[in-house]
């Protein structure tokens, strides 16, 4: 996908137009870290293209998820990160 936006970008930028792309298709998202213990607070943000949501799952090829919705909600949730998952 990214190769095509770049073709579609560089044919703007031939005509003195720029940053079409990125005003149109590109999102900024944030991650969030927040200590529980100490009460540290630690934001990134990135900038997106497209969201990889889960929709099948691989290995069963079974839903993941029953909507868009429900994988975006999922996708937006808080994580504790904890036990073998905590860093």
Do not use: H, W
Not at 25 to 54: A, H, I, R, W
Not at 79 to 86: F, I, K, V, Y
């Amino acid at each position: 996908m990214r190769v095509l936006f770049d073709a579609i970008e560089q044919s703007f930028e031939q005509n003195n137009i720029f940053g079409v792309i990125e005003d149109l298709y590109m999102g900024l998202g944030s991650g969030y870290v927040k200590c529980q213990e100490c009460g540290y607070n630690s934001k990134t943000g990135s900038k997106f293209c497209d969201l990889q949501l889960p929709i099948k799952n691989e290995f069963e090829q079974t839903p993941a998820n029953e909507s868009i919705e429900e994988a975006l909600y999922k996708y937006l949730c808080p994580t504790t990160l904890e036990g073998d998952n905590a860093y």
